[in-house]
């Protein structure tokens, strides 16, 4: 009888052991899920923008009546959202604004309000861009400039892109967002065969982001 008390005191013992191990262990379980739901939730990455490839097959300066762009412009940009577990919602179009010496002379419309970007996900735009008369602000020392960059082929443009974003699962509000991207463009010459102007990779400079809805 003495040994059969002892055996289930022992057996009362092993299942308190393997209860308090389960519970150690769901504890734990529970930290860990914690943790990362922080690090997936608290902490933004903002998005990551790059021109892959740019080409300027035209751009002409014209004065009917008042400055303006013939221009064609090629471009593609990349847009990366480096959050593992939170997309983007456009809550303004993203847009890319092109300018010369400062002054801004087009744009073109990348996404519609409401539009949204994947966790994790990349995006590629493709643009083709282009005008007979994009009207600008050039200036006497814009149009010094012009003719200093038109006698080597080689064009600085700058491509600004531009948004307002909500990340989803947060409770912060909108944060606009701006990528400046500072392009040196070497003129396609009408003929010249696909390719023989070779780009390299564009990262663009993101402003601090700021809330703003």
């Known amino acids: 009888m003495g040994e059969c008390d002892e055996c289930c005191n022992n057996c009362g013992c092993r299942w ?28 933004v990455r903002h998005v990551f923008v790059t021109v892959d490839d740019a080409s300027l097959s035209r751009l002409v300066l014209v004065s009917t009546p008042a400055t303006a762009f013939a221009y064609n412009l090629s471009l593609v940009l990349v847009v990366r959202n480096l959050n593992w577990a939170m997309s983007i919602k456009h809550t303004e179009p993203l847009e890319a604004a092109y300018s010369f010496d400062g002054q801004l002379f087009d744009r073109d419309k990348l996404t519609g309000e409401g539009d949204t970007h994947g966790a994790k996900k990349t995006v590629l735009y ?42 989803t699962a947060r409770l912060s509000k909108c944060s606009k967002i701006e990528a400046k991207c500072p392009l040196k463009l070497q003129l396609v010459l009408s003929g010249e065969a696909p390719g023989a102007v070779v780009f390299q990779q564009v990262k663009c400079t993101l402003a601090k982001a700021y809330k703003s809805c």
């Not at 602000?137 to 080689?154: C, D, I, P, R, S």
Request: aromatic share 14%; with cysteine.
């Open 16 to 43: 308190k052991d393997i209860w308090w191990f389960l519970f150690c262990l769901l504890i734990l379980i529970i930290a860990a899920l914690i943790v990362v739901l922080v690090v997936a939730f608290a902490f």
């Open 126 to 167: 493709r643009i083709m861009s282009g005008s007979d008369s994009a009207f600008m602000a050039l200036g006497n020392a814009g149009v010094a400039e012009f003719k200093k960059e038109n006698a080597t082929g080689v064009f600085e443009v700058e491509v600004v892109v531009s948004g307002e974003v909500k990340y």
